[in-house]
């Protein structure tokens, strides 16, 4: 590690080795490091349900971003891979409404009222 001075300020510069040694000294690497993640209390049938809705608009996110891609690229290879991507996420759409489907007996019955209500 060495101190320079650049313009009036002073610059550290450090090897990846040393940032990542006083990252792990200050205890802020850990916390990427999928071994020290915690896992969720037991969730409610409610907070389970919240979860997959939240995992939906998660994956409609990903969808929008990668199609927005796709749409500003003439880069066939690019528009390719991340379209496939972009399909898969649909297909994740599609298990986790599967899924609220039989955790909520209702969650049909909603979607069809909605369905009919855009046809109007």
Same mark, same amino acid.
């Given at each position: 590690? *060495?101190?320079?001075?650049?313009a009036g300020k002073q610059t550290v510069k450090m090897s990846k080795t040393e940032w990542l040694s006083i990252g792990k000294t200050a205890g802020w690497v850990e916390a990427q490091n999928l071994d020290v993640v915690k896992?969720?209390?037991k969730l409610t049938d409610r907070e389970l349900? *919240?979860?997959i809705r939240d995992g939906i608009m998660a994956e409609e996110g990903a969808i929008k971003q990668?199609?927005?891609?796709v749409d500003s690229t003439k880069n066939k290879k690019v528009k390719k891979v991340l379209q496939s991507i972009a399909d898969e996420e649909k297909a994740h759409v599609g298990e986790l409404q599967a899924l609220l489907k039989e955790l909520l007996?209702?969650?049909q019955k909603?979607?069809?009222d909605g369905a009919k209500e855009a046809k109007k």
């Amino acid at each position: 590690m *060495r101190l320079t001075k650049e313009a009036g300020k002073q610059t550290v510069k450090m090897s990846k080795t040393e940032w990542l040694s006083i990252g792990k000294t200050a205890g802020w690497v850990e916390a990427q490091n999928l071994d020290v993640v915690k896992t969720l209390g037991k969730l409610t049938d409610r907070e389970l349900t *919240r979860a997959i809705r939240d995992g939906i608009m998660a994956e409609e996110g990903a969808i929008k971003q990668y199609e927005t891609v796709v749409d500003s690229t003439k880069n066939k290879k690019v528009k390719k891979v991340l379209q496939s991507i972009a399909d898969e996420e649909k297909a994740h759409v599609g298990e986790l409404q599967a899924l609220l489907k039989e955790l909520l007996p209702d969650e049909q019955k909603f979607l069809n009222d909605g369905a009919k209500e855009a046809k109007k």
